[in-house]
């Protein structure tokens, strides 16, 4: 298929996921713990090469965990989207992102590690964190990990 359009405009084409969010799979599939197993492996491997490109998402959360087929719920396919919060962290030292983050918040209230939200710097750290908190709602079937979670989980962790 062949598409025309003026020299003037500039296209994004996207992979459409039609399995929806992570949070609206869970909530389709709340029993099929195999699943739940799957998307946490590819997950973990999603994150783990994001870090080996020395790059930190940031906003890992349920609404950004993109499910790819909604006919096979045995086996669902995650892919990660929304880098709009990502940065590059130092390739002498992946622990420590660069200076102009440092004491910036972004991402969701609701899945940033602590140490982001005392104002500490950023590091790979927060998206372990997150993925953490992601991979424990799926599994204990908790609304944190649709997108009405609106649980208080924060405030043993954040000191004021």
């Known amino acids: 298929e062949v598409v025309f359009t003026p020299p003037s405009c500039i296209w994004l084409f996207l992979e459409f996921c039609e399995g929806g969010t992570l949070g609206d799979y869970v909530f389709r599939n709340p029993q099929n713990v ?10 973990a491997d ?3 090469f994001l870090h080996s490109q020395h790059i ?6 349920p609404q950004n965990l993109m499910i790819k087929d909604k006919t096979s719920p045995e086996s669902p396919i995650l892919k990660v989207v929304d880098f709009g919060q990502a940065t590059v962290c130092d390739r002498l030292d992946p622990t420590k992102v660069h200076e102009y983050f440092t004491g910036s918040l972004g991402g969701t209230p609701y899945y940033i590690a602590p140490e982001a939200l005392r104002g500490h710097n950023w590091t790979t750290a927060v998206d372990i964190f997150s993925m953490g908190l992601i991979v424990w709602a799926m599994f ?6 649709s997108n009405a979670g609106q649980e208080p989980y924060l405030a043993p962790f954040v000191k004021r």
Request: aromatic residues 4%.
């Open 34 to 43: 195999a699943a739940k197993r799957q998307l946490t492996f590819q997950l």
């Open 46 to 48: 999603a994150v783990a």
């Open 56 to 61: 930190v998402h940031r906003d890992l959360k």
């Open 140 to 145: 204990d079937n908790l609304n944190a990990v």
